[in-house]
């Protein structure tokens, strides 16, 4: 039987299995306390259901538009940045032909993805200082005024996206640069040979070669534009910055462990993940409509 001859790989794959089982499937019974006033004294069982109560409560909150409004901005604008410049670079070091010096711009650029997202708030929180930081340094220097990054809500999205962009850049390039690897070198001296200049080999050659890899890359992005990750946004905004900083991953947290609204904010959370995978399968259909490539 087949199951038998591969029953190496079955148990290879077992882990991420049941790793998947017990942590992603089996916690989305929980989702149910969304359609019910939750009280965890009578547990999930004895607890009354009341329908789309808390959806509807949410909708109608004023705080519903602010908060789509920021999710969506800092996706979008992660997407925007964080998508595009790994590529470029990813092209850029293709081109460079000394291979230690490649390898050491490679490595350079690997490093800020390993640090934890804490380490990186800190030295945000460090580097934006009003008073001792060096950005504030600079712009004194050349004439500038100080600015509290960190507590002018217009700088919020900014300083998140681009410390982003910093993190990720040469992890997320990996892929690019491996795609890139695999374009035949006979391309590049076939297109030398006729006179193309090192730009149109890039346009003609190495674009056309990873866009597969570019289309599904983006795909997966666009998909989780609505899901910004928490960690980050929890520590570096405040009080002050709600108004552009605040989405609903933070709203979640505060409405159903601060304020103990469980069932609220287990709708909260439930909405925002039904509409991350509606905008995955619309993209991937527009996507196949336009290019022909598509995740499924």
Same mark, same amino acid.
């Given at each position: 039987m087949k199951w038998k001859r591969n029953l190496v790989l079955y148990l290879f794959l077992a882990p991420a299995a049941v790793y998947y089982l017990l942590f992603h499937y089996a916690p989305m019974y929980g989702t149910l306390?969304?359609?019910?006033?939750?009280?965890?004294?009578?547990?999930?069982? !004895?607890?009354?259901?009341?329908? +789309?109560?808390?959806?509807?409560? +949410?909708?109608?909150?004023?705080? +519903?538009?602010?908060?789509?409004?920021?999710?969506?901005?800092?996706?979008?604008?992660?997407?925007?940045? !964080?998508?595009?410049?790994?590529?470029?670079?990813?092209?850029?070091? =293709?081109?460079?032909?000394? %291979?230690?010096?490649?390898?050491?711009?490679?490595?350079?650029?690997?490093?800020? =993805? +390993?640090?934890?997202?804490?380490?990186?708030?800190?030295?945000i929180v460090t580097f934006t200082s009003p008073s001792t930081g060096f950005i504030n340094g600079l712009l004194q220097f050349f004439g500038g005024s100080q600015i509290d990054f960190l507590r002018e809500p217009g700088?919020?999205?900014?300083?998140?996206?681009?410390?982003?962009?910093?993190?990720?850049?040469?992890?997320?390039?990996?892929?690019?640069?491996? %795609?890139?690897? !695999?374009?035949?070198?006979?391309?590049?001296?076939? %297109?030398?040979?006729?006179g193309a200049s090192r730009w149109q080999k890039i346009w003609h050659i190495s674009l056309p070669g990873i866009k597969p890899t570019i289309i599904t890359i983006l795909l997966l992005d666009l998909g989780r534009v609505m899901d910004v990750g928490f960690e980050k946004v929890f520590l570096l905004y405040n009080s002050t910055t709600y108004e552009t900083a605040d989405v609903l991953s933070t709203y979640v947290y505060r409405s159903g462990l601060v304020q103990q609204q469980y069932s609220f904010a287990s709708a909260v959370g439930l909405f925002n993940s039904v509409?991350?995978?509606?905008?995955?399968?619309?993209?991937?259909?527009?996507?196949?409509?336009?290019?022909?490539?598509?995740l499924w």
């Amino acid at each position: 039987m087949k199951w038998k001859r591969n029953l190496v790989l079955y148990l290879f794959l077992a882990p991420a299995a049941v790793y998947y089982l017990l942590f992603h499937y089996a916690p989305m019974y929980g989702t149910l306390i969304a359609f019910q006033d939750y009280n965890p004294f009578r547990g999930m069982l !004895g607890s009354p259901w009341v329908g +789309f109560k808390h959806f509807d409560a +949410f909708f109608n909150s004023i705080y +519903f538009y602010r908060l789509i409004r920021n999710t969506f901005l800092i996706g979008a604008y992660s997407i925007l940045f !964080g998508f595009t410049i790994p590529i470029l670079f990813a092209l850029l070091l =293709h081109e460079v032909k000394h %291979a230690k010096l490649r390898t050491m711009i490679q490595s350079v650029s690997y490093l800020p =993805h +390993f640090i934890s997202t804490v380490v990186v708030a800190g030295l945000i929180v460090t580097f934006t200082s009003p008073s001792t930081g060096f950005i504030n340094g600079l712009l004194q220097f050349f004439g500038g005024s100080q600015i509290d990054f960190l507590r002018e809500p217009g700088w919020f999205r900014t300083v998140y996206v681009s410390s982003g962009v910093w993190q990720t850049l040469g992890w997320s390039s990996i892929i690019y640069f491996a %795609a890139l690897a !695999g374009i035949s070198p006979s391309l590049y001296e076939a %297109a030398e040979m006729d006179g193309a200049s090192r730009w149109q080999k890039i346009w003609h050659i190495s674009l056309p070669g990873i866009k597969p890899t570019i289309i599904t890359i983006l795909l997966l992005d666009l998909g989780r534009v609505m899901d910004v990750g928490f960690e980050k946004v929890f520590l570096l905004y405040n009080s002050t910055t709600y108004e552009t900083a605040d989405v609903l991953s933070t709203y979640v947290y505060r409405s159903g462990l601060v304020q103990q609204q469980y069932s609220f904010a287990s709708a909260v959370g439930l909405f925002n993940s039904v509409l991350t995978f509606v905008m995955i399968v619309g993209f991937n259909r527009l996507a196949r409509r336009l290019s022909g490539y598509s995740l499924w």
